[in-house]
């Protein structure tokens, strides 16, 4: 997908600091502190525009998100999004790439990961860049409390069933397996906007909870 040129994104995202936090590895260890509570954290890598974010963080305020994009001209949309809904005061936005997260977080401070949507990287010699390679799924337990999950939705099948295997082999249970997430809609899905522009064409949407072991 070609990404338009925002020449303004980096203006617009540095008036900001308080919502979208572009140097985010001078905060690694002090997440709580910059919420100012001591609720759990969640992330969510690749968080594209932030509808599901920014959903999370609203219909949940008990609960602290960081939303990760890695492209400046993508993650500006998701701050105008953050902006509108009023700056939830529960919400970051980081400017940060998903291989870094060992920078950006200490051992056992993030709660739960989100994977929604990942590029799934068809070609067998870019298999490591897929967000469930057996090398990222070692960087979010490197993050995770002892029992922490992974939340993953996407509409490619060939990418959900390696993903499957892929966390199975690694030695992560299985809580939830979905291969039609929205024929029987749970109550509390926010939707990503990929999610609303797959199903509104008919095309089932794969979800999974996995959880590592203690």
């Known amino acids: ?3 338009r040129n925002k020449p303004w994104a980096k203006d617009f995202m540095s008036e900001h600091p308080d919502m979208l936090i572009i140097n985010p590895e001078d905060i690694k260890g002090d997440w709580a502190e910059e919420f100012g509570n001591s609720s759990p954290i969640h992330i969510e890598v690749g968080t594209g525009k932030g509808q599901f974010v920014i959903g999370m963080a609203l219909a949940n305020p008990s609960i602290n998100y960081i939303g990760i994009e890695h492209f400046d001209n993508v993650v500006v949309s998701a701050l105008e999004k953050a902006i509108e809904a009023g700056k939830p005061s529960n919400l970051r936005l980081l400017r940060a790439n998903g291989e870094n997260l060992e920078s950006i ?3 056992a401070e993030i709660n ?3 994977l929604n949507f990942s590029d799934p990287w068809p070609k067998t010699r870019h298999e490591k860049r897929r967000l469930t390679h057996a090398n990222f799924l070692q960087k979010y337990e490197g993050i ?9 939705k996407t509409d490619n099948r060939s990418l959900f069933e ?3 295997v892929s ?3 690694y030695g992560m249970k299985l809580l939830s397996v979905s ?3 929205h024929a029987n809609m749970p109550e509390d899905n926010i939707l990503t906007e990929y999610e ?5 064409k008919g095309q089932p949407i794969y979800r999974l909870e996995a959880q590592y072991q203690v």
């Not at 995770?144 to 993953?152: A, D, M, N």
Request: hydrophobic share 40%; glycine share 6%.
């Open 179 to 181: 291969l039609d997430l």
């Open 112 to 114: 739960r990961v989100y």
């Open 105 to 107: 977080f200490e051992k």
């Open 196 to 200: 609303e522009k797959f199903s509104s």
């Open 1 to 3: 997908m070609r990404l």
């Open 167 to 169: 966390m199975t082999d």
């Open 162 to 164: 390696y993903s499957l």
């Open 144 to 152: 995770l409390t002892p029992g922490g999950e992974i939340h993953f």
